[in-house]
């Protein structure tokens, strides 16, 4: 066998042209069966991080900005900013692309077979069918799931990972006992009898889907707290804390969100100058349309299609905070934000 089909797996290689925008947080896949890696880079050209997927084992992805797709023999999702997927690298593998033009920053976390077999055997029968066949060794070709939305605990989660709270001889216990909380939350679905309290997370998140389609309908008009809860048949306060619990961001930040990527998407066709954009998408002030567009992309709209990418800027799960009169008036009887992670 030559030597180089019988070196050991690595992904260095697939991040040398995000430099430091790539840093492992703690683990190893092969020694200790997961790890954990920060990513946050910008990316001037289409990047292909399907190289970085180790063999045989699951990775789950909680992507919090930029956009992506990952794609099996049967499927190809796409993964947009505050949602989560996992997939495992079989044969043939994984094909997986990052958009250029955009600000990519997500957490990584790899699990090896065998890890995942050592601590989840028990109750496979309770595994998401992906997760389940990996464990029973049953796995046949790569499998990339559904992507879903990033829940608040989840985010929380998240922000201590870059900052572990206790000294080294401890950290190895500690981020393994992350990677089994992130396996509980994220591998594990209901059994065939489906329990009350979820069908009540179920029913939030066919609200929090349709609110989705509402707000991106009515970029430029969206419809009041009131309106909404009377379309999803739900009270404004019942309906606002939903949406926020399932979906890791506030009505008014998703509308932020909505209305900022399609406005680069205008500015990225040509199809609108930066007055017209801003326009489209419901913002009657081209200076806090400005100062938003800046603040999440990373220079100013009429920019922005010249240097056909963002720069870094600031954090991305702050990325949502209201900054103009108009947005701040929407959903006004929302609950108050939360200060933003500091990520």
């Known amino acids: 066998m030559p030597a180089s089909a019988a070196a050991p797996f690595t992904e260095v290689p697939a991040w040398a042209a995000v430099g430091a925008g790539w840093r492992p947080l703690f683990g190893n896949c ?140 401890a950290q190895e216990t500690w981020f393994r006992c992350k990677a089994l909380e992130l396996a509980a939350q994220v591998f594990f679905r209901p059994p065939e009898g489906e329990l009350f309290c979820t069908r009540q997370q179920r029913a939030a998140c066919e609200r929090a889907a349709r609110v989705r389609s509402v707000l991106c309908e009515r970029l430029s008009d969206p419809p009041s707290l009131e309106e909404l809860g009377r379309l999803v048949g739900c009270s404004p306060f019942h309906l606002s804390r939903q949406f926020s619990e399932t979906t890791g961001l506030t009505i008014q930040q998703f509308l932020r969100q909505a209305r900022l990527e399609r406005a680069a998407e205008l500015l990225r066709s040509g199809r609108c100058n930066v007055t017209e954009a801003a326009l489209e998408v419901g913002y009657n002030s081209l200076s806090h349309f400005t100062v938003a567009f800046r603040e999440t992309f990373g220079c100013c709209p009429g920019l922005y299609p010249v240097k056909g990418y963002a720069q870094p800027g600031r954090s991305p799960l702050a990325a949502g905070a209201p900054t103009s009169a108009e947005e701040s008036s929407f959903v006004a009887t929302a609950p108050r934000e939360e200060p933003p992670l500091p990520i």
Not at 62 to 68: E, K, P, R, V
Not at 105 to 132: D, G, I, N, Y
């Open 30 to 169: 092969r020694a200790l069966g997961f790890s954990f890696e920060w990513h946050d880079f910008t990316a001037a050209e289409e990047l292909d991080w399907s190289r970085s997927f180790h063999p045989q084992s699951v990775e789950l992805c909680l992507n919090l900005a930029g956009q992506a797709t990952v794609a099996d023999e049967r499927q190809a999702v796409e993964l947009r900013p505050r949602t989560s997927v996992f997939y495992f690298q079989g044969e043939p593998p994984l094909r997986a692309r990052r958009r250029a033009g955009e600000r990519h920053c997500f957490v990584t976390v790899e699990f090896a077979a065998e890890f995942l077999k050592q601590h989840l055997q028990a109750e496979a029968r309770h595994l998401h069918p992906a997760v389940r066949a990996v464990v029973e060794r049953s796995a046949r070709g790569s499998i990339v799931t559904a992507p879903e939305p990033i829940r608040s605990g989840l985010l929380q989660l998240v922000e201590s990972l870059r900052r572990c709270p206790v000294f080294k001889p």
